[in-house]
Structures are given as structure tokens and as C-alpha cells.
């Protein structure tokens, strides 16, 4: 594991060229997608790794892993069948600078890869990348009526600590009620209903 360690001021403005690795591997539980790299993340190369993100405090809290895991413990997750991808990969300081083309690109690339790697769920971090990536103006939190490929698609607030809507202990509970789901339902991958572009 990579000893953690933060960027210098520096390294956070030459991060706008770079991207994060996946963690992804076939068949997982959960594929967790973000909407794109922050500055902070892109530079020290591991997800969800700016201080104040709760991405990781709420993966615990909700029972998705036993202990709390930092960002350059990531790799860790695929030993309990889930990953992290995101809808965007160009870092920025903030989602709020992507453009609509971008979030709308990155959902045909995500679709694809979800299609490939076939997780039984895409948990999307952010209603609006969602409402955008996949032309769904009015879609809500929670499990979604279509389906990728046999995969079942499932929205989640951002976790990032910028946004207030939603404190940690609804983080918490929205992330529990995505694995009790995933623990109570029967996977059918025939089911036949998929997003189109």
C-alpha cells in the first residue's frame, strides 16, 4: 500500500493533466462512480482523497467495509467486490467545471465499461452528473427503472464535503439502504430494461 501523503500547491495546479486509475475488476457487487477527479485527488492519484471527502467515513458507516480505508488503501475494496470509476475523467478544482458535452461523453464511456465489467450495481455519486450523463432530467436518488446491459443503476448523493444537503449520517443511511438492497434482492441479469442513448 502507498504510504499517504499530500500535494504541494504545486503539484495540485499541474494536476489538470491527469486522470485516476480504476478499481475495477469483473463481476464486482458495486461499481461506485464518481463525477470526476478532484484537483487533490488527481494529484496524489487515489480516489475520494481530498480531506473532508466522506466517500470513505460513510463506505464504513453504511457496512460496505469493516474499517475505514484512506484513498491509498482503495485497491483494498476490490477484495470486498467493489470498485470506483468516474462519469468524468479529466480532473478539475471543481464538477462544476465540466461541460454538459463532457458529462454526456462520459456516460457512453461509462456505459461501455459498465457493459464490459457487468457490476451487478453502478452506484452514481451525484443526481445532477446523472440527470446529465444519461439524459434523465428528473431522476431522484435511489435505484433507477432502466438497467445498463444486466446491470442495475443506483444514484447516491456526492459525498464531497462541499456538498452541505446532505450530512453524514444521511450519507450513512442512503449508502446502507444501496447494500441492504443489493443483500435482500435477487440479481436477474435477463431483466431487459436498458438505457439507450
Known amino acids: 500500500m502507498p504510504k499517504p501523503w499530500k500535494p504541494s500547491k504545486e503539484q495540485l495546479l499541474a494536476a489538470t493533466t491527469k486522470t485516476v486509475r480504476d478499481v475495477i475488476a469483473p463481476d464486482l457487487n458495486v461499481l461506485f462512480c464518481g463525477i470526476n477527479p478532484g484537483l487533490y ?3 496524489v492519484g487515489h480516489h475520494f482523497a481530498r480531506p473532508g471527502n466522506r466517500f470513505w467515513p460513510t463506505l464504513q458507516a453504511s457496512g460496505f467495509t469493516e474499517r475505514l480505508l484512506s484513498p491509498f488503501d482503495e485497491r483494498e475494496l476490490l477484495k470486498c467486490g467493489l470498485g470506483i470509476t468516474n462519469v468524468v ?7 462544476d467545471l465540466l461541460t454538459k458535452e ?25 443526481v445532477g452528473a446523472y440527470r446529465i450523463a444519461f439524459k434523465k432530467p ?14 442495475i443503476v443506483w444514484v447516491l ?3 464531497s464535503g462541499l456538498n452541505a444537503n446532505y450530512q453524514r449520517e444521511d450519507l ?10 443489493i443483500s435482500n434482492s435477487k440479481f436477474d441479469p435477463a431483466d431487459n430494461r436498458h438505457l439507450t442513448f
Open 102 to 126: 463532457e458529462i454526456i461523453e462520459g456516460g457512453k464511456r461509462l456505459s461501455l465499461k459498465v457493459l464490459r465489467y457487468r457490476p451487478r450495481t453502478l452506484a452514481i455519486l451525484g
Open 172 to 181: 450513512a443511511r442512503l449508502f446502507s439502504d444501496l447494500r441492504s438492497q
Open 89 to 95: 475523467r479529466r480532473a478539475t478544482a471543481s464538477a
Open 157 to 159: 448523493p456526492n459525498p
Open 138 to 151: 428528473k431522476a431522484g436518488l435511489g435505484r433507477q427503472s432502466e438497467m445498463i446491459g444486466g446491470t
Open 41 to 43: 485527488t488527481a494529484a
